[in-house]
Structures are given as structure tokens and as C-alpha cells.
């Protein structure tokens, strides 16, 4: 993978230190609008610019103070709109003929942020087109009478999207009512496990179907009740991944 030069890590070293020299400054002209004369505050902003899969691309920008909304940038006119009332003394100052700072923002989100997204994503493209399928394992455990809980867990893949629910029969989508968050491994993939509450009536078959994009079509794994075994079973509904790549703060 093409590594950044150390120039790049020097001109965005200056630019954070910059940018907290700034903060302070906007923190204490917020603070004033706000009447504050104490007390802990915060001033958050997140920005980036998105190149999507169909050659579209997006920009945003958002304003926050004290954990809420402050002001947005409307990125079609180049003007920063205010969400809190206190914001207007912001906007009407960022948006005057003398500054322009939303017509700015705007242009760097449209130009050179998606120059530096397209770059990123040559170099990482090896990382961004790594497929691992994932390995399935299901298995269910008596919790009272009539009520079995059916597991699945998924592990060893990535991309880290992936879409997993039981069926009941193969047609019956069953809701999940336990999932976990999709954990990382040291090995750079990751686990989920899924389960459900079912009735336990023997002319059913349940089965995990798993959507990832290191897959061809839908992975199911059924669950054999009598021996606790599981089949795979290749699914004939075709896996769709949708890959957004987004960058935030360059």
C-alpha cells in the first residue's frame, strides 16, 4: 500500500493546530451569544465529501454547540443556514460578501476533497476489495417448555457489512429480538450472532441466510433438530452490497 509523504503529515499537523487556536476563540464568541459566562463548552464540526458507486458525488458540513445542532451548510447555494437561533450572528457573518465562507467550503468539498478522497482510495484499493467469506455455525438450546433459542454465528469475514436473519421453511423471515454488534478480530475480520425464540414444532426447518459481499448468492445453513448438525445449503437470492466511501475531515 502507497504510503502518504511526510509533507502531508506536516501541513494536516499545522492545520489541527490551527484549528484549536481558532476553536478556542469560536468557543468564547459562542459563549457570548449564548449569554455564558462559565461552565464547560464544546464546539464540534464534521464535514467531508462522498463518491458513490453510479459517479454521483456529495458534500456536507454541520455546526454543533453544547451537543446540538448549530448550523448546516446548504451545499446547492453555498450558505450556511442556521438551526438554533443563535446561530444567525454566525451565518449573517460567514455568509457576507467579506467572507464567503460557505462558497468556500463548498468548493473545497466539491474539488480538492474529492481529489483526496480519489487518491485515498487508490491507495487503499487492495484493503477496499479484500472479500473474506464468512464461516457459519448454528445451534439451538431448549430455554422452557415448547420454546427453543436458535443461534447463529458468523465470523471470519469482510467487508464488515453483511446482512444475517433466520427463515422458517425458507420463506418465513423470522425477527430478531438479540443481535450483537458486529465485533472485530485480531485477524483484521469480523464476528455477529443472531438469534430467536421459536416454537418447537418438528415439521419446521430453520435455517440461517447470510448476505455478504464476499458471496455469490445467499449462504443458508439449516439447523438439523435432531442432532444439533447444521447442512449448508446455497440459497438461489443473489447477495447485493452497495459500497459508500466516505471522507471526513481531510
Given at each position: 500500500?502507497?504510503?502518504?509523504?511526510?509533507?502531508?503529515?506536516?501541513?494536516?499537523?499545522?492545520?489541527?493546530?490551527?484549528?484549536?487556536?481558532?476553536s478556542k476563540h469560536d468557543v468564547q464568541t459562542l459563549m457570548d451569544q449564548f449569554n455564558q459566562t462559565g461552565g464547560i463548552h464544546s464546539y464540534q464540526w464534521m464535514y467531508g465529501c462522498e463518491l458513490r458507486d453510479d459517479g454521483t458525488t456529495a458534500g456536507y458540513r454541520q455546526d454543533g454547540y453544547d451537543?446540538?445542532?448549530?448550523?448546516?451548510?446548504?451545499?446547492?447555494?453555498?450558505?450556511?443556514?442556521?438551526?438554533?437561533?443563535?446561530?444567525?450572528?454566525?451565518?449573517?457573518?460567514?455568509n457576507s460578501p467579506e467572507e464567503r465562507h460557505g462558497e468556500r467550503q463548498k468548493n473545497y468539498l466539491e474539488n480538492q476533497c474529492l481529489e483526496e478522497l480519489k487518491q485515498f482510495i487508490e491507495y487503499?484499493?487492495?484493503?477496499?476489495?479484500?472479500?473474506?467469506?464468512?464461516?457459519?455455525?448454528?445451534?439451538?438450546?431448549?430455554?422452557?417448555?415448547?420454546?427453543?433459542?436458535?443461534?447463529?454465528?458468523v465470523y471470519g469475514f469482510y467487508p464488515q457489512t453483511v446482512h444475517v436473519k433466520w427463515m422458517r421453511n425458507g420463506v418465513d423471515h423470522i425477527p430478531s429480538d438479540k443481535i450483537s454488534p458486529i465485533l472485530p478480530h485480531p485477524d483484521g475480520t469480523y464476528r455477529i450472532r443472531v438469534s430467536v425464540e421459536v416454537p418447537q414444532v418438528e415439521?419446521?426447518?430453520?435455517?440461517?441466510?447470510?448476505?455478504?459481499?464476499?458471496?455469490?448468492?445467499?449462504?443458508s445453513i439449516t439447523l438439523d433438530p435432531d442432532n444439533g448438525l447444521f447442512i449448508p445449503v446455497i440459497a438461489g437470492i443473489a447477495g447485493v452490497v452497495i459500497i459508500l466511501i466516505t471522507a471526513v475531515g481531510l
Open positions: 500500500m502507497k504510503k502518504l509523504g511526510p509533507e502531508y503529515w506536516e501541513r494536516n499537523t499545522q492545520i489541527g493546530r490551527n484549528s484549536e487556536v481558532i451537543g446540538r445542532d448549530f448550523m448546516y451548510l446548504d451545499t446547492q447555494r453555498g450558505i450556511f443556514i442556521p438551526t438554533l437561533h443563535e446561530a444567525q450572528i454566525t451565518t449573517q457573518k460567514w487503499g484499493r487492495e484493503d477496499l476489495e479484500r472479500r473474506v467469506v464468512p464461516e457459519v455455525k448454528v445451534w439451538g438450546r431448549h430455554q422452557s417448555d415448547g420454546v427453543t433459542r436458535l443461534y447463529c454465528l415439521e419446521d426447518a430453520y435455517s440461517c441466510h447470510v448476505e455478504h459481499s464476499s458471496l455469490q448468492e445467499t449462504l
